[in-house]
């Protein structure tokens, strides 16, 4: 059964870094785009980066460009993120995504297989 497994979050003060890392298992997801969604407290799970299935098309949202990046390795099976310039509302669960698909896609209901999530704390 394929399995999508965070790692990495944390408690860090503003202005912190921490890389999120994605472990895949159970099957390949070399064919597969794959993202970051995040959800706070109270509010609608909300993409954060996606990537294609190679790497070579990102997609950021507005609230993270410059600041946040996302990437793959295929051959270990991985995922990570990489989170600069931390704010406090930056502060949510972070949940790893696959899509039986190339391409990225924008909309969490695009994705079939999650993650249980990892929870990332910015203090101000």
């Known amino acids: 059964q394929a399995q999508l497994v965070e790692s990495g979050g944390g408690l860090v003060q503003a202005g912190g870094s921490l890389r999120l890392s994605c472990a895949a298992a159970?099957?390949?997801?070399?064919?597969?785009?794959m993202g970051w969604f995040r959800q706070a407290p109270g509010k609608e799970r909300e993409i954060v980066a996606a990537?294609?299935?190679?790497?070579?098309?990102?997609y950021y949202a507005d609230s993270v460009k410059g600041r946040f990046t996302i990437s793959r390795d295929n051959a270990k099976n991985m995922l990570y993120l990489q989170l600069n310039s931390l704010k406090p509302e930056d502060t949510a669960v972070y949940y790893c995504?696959?899509?039986?698909?190339?391409?990225?896609?924008?909309?969490?209901?695009?994705?079939?297989?999650w993650g249980q999530g990892t929870q990332v704390t910015v203090s101000s």
């Open positions: 990537t294609n299935w190679n790497g070579d098309n990102t």
């Open positions: 995504t696959a899509r039986a698909g190339l391409t990225l896609r924008l909309d969490k209901n695009e994705y079939d297989t």
């Open positions: 159970g099957r390949s997801f070399r064919g597969s785009a």
